[in-house]
């Protein structure tokens, strides 16, 4: 017996986060093999899918991807340190 397609409340992966899950490759086996099956049967998801991992392809290849600034870090850990009852910076 074929394992059931995995699906949502109204039948495609699109309606949650499998999708992306997918496509960031945290689904287990199991889910794996059913996602991979609804793909094949779900124009929808097909094609979300396709455009989808292109986008997180062409993302992963820029030379613009967003990193911060060593005075936007030492902000945010400023912050995070004196936000924290008992801890602050070293005098
Ligand atoms: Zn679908």
Same mark, same amino acid.
Do not use: N
């Given at each position: 017996? /074929?394992?059931?397609?995995? +699906? +949502?409340? @109204?039948? !495609?992966? +699109?309606?949650?986060? =499998?999708?992306? $899950?997918?496509?960031?490759?945290?689904?287990?086996?199991?889910?794996? *093999?059913? /996602?991979?099956?609804?793909?094949?049967? !779900?124009?929808? !998801? %097909? +094609? $979300?899918? &396709?455009?989808? %991992?292109?986008? =997180?392809?062409? #993302?992963?290849?820029?030379?613009? /991807?967003? @990193?911060? @600034?060593?005075? #936007? %870090? /030492?902000? &945010? *850990?400023? =912050?995070? &340190?004196?936000?924290?009852?008992? &801890?602050?910076?070293?005098?």
């Amino acid at each position: 017996m /074929a394992a059931p397609l995995l +699906t +949502t409340a @109204s039948g !495609c992966l +699109t309606d949650g986060d =499998t999708l992306f $899950e997918l496509l960031d490759g945290g689904l287990d086996p199991a889910a794996l *093999v059913a /996602a991979r099956r609804h793909l094949a049967a !779900c124009p929808h !998801c %097909r +094609t $979300e899918y &396709v455009h989808w %991992r292109a986008f =997180t392809a062409a #993302l992963a290849r820029t030379d613009h /991807a967003p @990193s911060a @600034s060593p005075f #936007l %870090r /030492a902000r &945010v *850990v400023a =912050t995070i &340190v004196h936000q924290r009852p008992g &801890v602050g910076w070293p005098r």
